[in-house]
T-cell receptor, first 114, second 113 residues
Framework: NAGVTQTPKFQVLKTGQSMTLQCAQD?????MSWYRQDPGMGLRLIHY???????DQGEVPNGYNVSRSTTEDFPLRLLSAAPSQTSVYFC?????????????FGQGTRLTVV | QQQVKQSPQSLIVQKGGISIINCAYE??????FPWYQQFPGKGPALLIA?????SEKKEGRFTISFNKSAKQFSLHIMDSQPGDSATYFC????????????FGEGTQLTVNP
């Protein structure tokens, strides 16, 4: 059982470059979300999805796009990378049942923008 | 604006001691309060969670105390072990909001042998 898989694990981008962070889950979870982790700030929600075809903005959405064409995948796109987007990115998923509230996280993608 | 405030930022305890991490929240709509444990290079993993209908939840050496009127909750780690050394995050959410968690700033716990 792979859980939540993120690729790549590490990435270095130049300012202005674009890239897609991949996230896939094999638990048939409806809910998926993207967070960024910065020192002293905890994890902050970027975008989230409550199901295929449905996405919405979180706390820090600027500079990021998402789409959800399947239940399994939830890619995060950086259209024009900026040094302020240097961070560790985590994808999470959760089942829809009210009592199944555990969110499972991937291993993270460490992104450096130079 | 941080809706969940966590303290301390770092904590050093001796093996066998008690580790205490505190959190305070603002949004009274929150109805689920998990604690996550994160080891270096790994994603956060659920450690223990509580709902506001109880004031305390215990799982092994880990206990959450919850004070609804004060909008505060805390994690107690009894008999702390070197293997507990990690970063701990409190979080809060409304259960119907999916996987939208609001996290505290994190506490780096070091347990010395």
């Amino acid at each position: 059982n792979a859980g939540v898989t993120q690729t790549p694990k590490f990435q270095v981008l130049k300012t202005g470059q674009s890239m897609t962070l991949q996230c896939a889950q094999d638990m048939n979870h409806e809910y998926m979300s993207w967070y960024r982790q910065d020192p002293g700030m905890g994890l902050r929600l970027i975008h989230y999805s409550v199901g295929a075809g449905i996405t919405d903005q979180g706390e820090v959405p600027n500079g990021y796009n998402v789409s959800r064409s399947t239940t399994e995948d939830f890619p995060l796109r950086l259209l024009s990378a900026a040094p302020s987007q240097t961070s560790v990115y985590f994808c999470a998923s959760r089942g829809i049942e009210m009592m199944n509230t555990e969110a499972f996280f991937g291993q993270g993608t460490r992104l450096t923008v130079v | 604006q941080q809706q969940v405030k966590q303290s301390p930022q770092s904590l050093i305890v001796q093996k066998g001691g008690i580790s205490i991490i505190n959190c305070a929240y603002e949004n009274t709509a929150f109805d689920y309060f998990p604690w996550y444990q994160q080891f270096p290079g790994k994603g956060p993993a659920l450690l223990i969670a509580i709902r506001p209908d109880v004031s305390e939840k215990k799982e092994g050496r880990f206990t959450i105390s919850f004070n609804k009127s004060a909008k505060q909750f805390s994690l107690h780690i009894m008999d702390s072990q070197p293997g507990d050394s990690a970063t701990y995050f409190c979080a809060a959410t409304k259960e119907t909001s999916g996987s939208r968690l609001t996290f505290g700033e994190g506490t780096q716990l070091t347990v010395n042998p």
